[in-house]
């Protein structure tokens, strides 16, 4: 099995490369179990996969300068828009497959920290319709 370090990950909100910008990405996947026990399953519960949903959580480093991120982030607030993450900022491929979907821009902290604390901003996404797994 190979193994990896975290180095050089993609993010991609609104087609804005926010690479840069990012300290974590974790994109969460879940499907609801819905259960579907009877008399008929000999006393052990029984499910199936209902709804799917998902979330995009990152860590940002704040910049608020004229081109910055505060500048992006600000105008897709209440919005549904496109995203893009990946393990490498390499092109996608069989070994660095890209996720994608959309996610609604559900909360934005413009100011958060601690004094003497570099300016970071956590926030998690909704997905909202499917999430793909793209190789090409």
């Keep these: 099995m190979a193994k990896m370090v975290l180095l050089a990950a993609f993010l991609s909100l609104n087609a804005n490369d926010l690479s ?7 994109l969460t996947a879940e499907v609801a179990d819905e259960d579907v026990t009877t008399f008929g ?6 499910v199936l996969g209902g709804l799917k949903e998902g979330s995009l959580s990152v860590t940002l480093k704040q910049d608020v300068a004229a081109a910055g991120l505060d500048s992006i982030m ?7 828009v496109p995203f893009e993450v990946r393990l490498s900022n390499a092109a996608r491929g069989a ?12 909360s934005w ?7 003497g604390n ?3 901003v956590d926030v998690e996404f909704p997905t909202s319709g499917a999430v793909s797994r793209v190789v090409s």
């Excluded at 840069?20 to 974790?26: G, L, P, V, W």
């Excluded at 399953?41 to 029984?46: D, F, P, Q, Y």
């Excluded at 070994?95 to 559900?106: A, D």
């Excluded at 902290?109 to 004094?115: E, N």
């Design 118 to 120: 570099v300016a970071e």
């Design 74 to 80: 600000w105008p897709l607030f209440g919005t549904l």
């Design 109 to 115: 902290k413009p100011i958060a920290g601690d004094v």
């Design 20 to 26: 840069n910008n990012a300290s974590k990405i974790e």
């Design 41 to 46: 399953s000999g006393g052990w519960k029984e």
């Design 95 to 106: 070994s660095n497959p890209g996720y994608t979907g959309t996610v609604l821009i559900k």
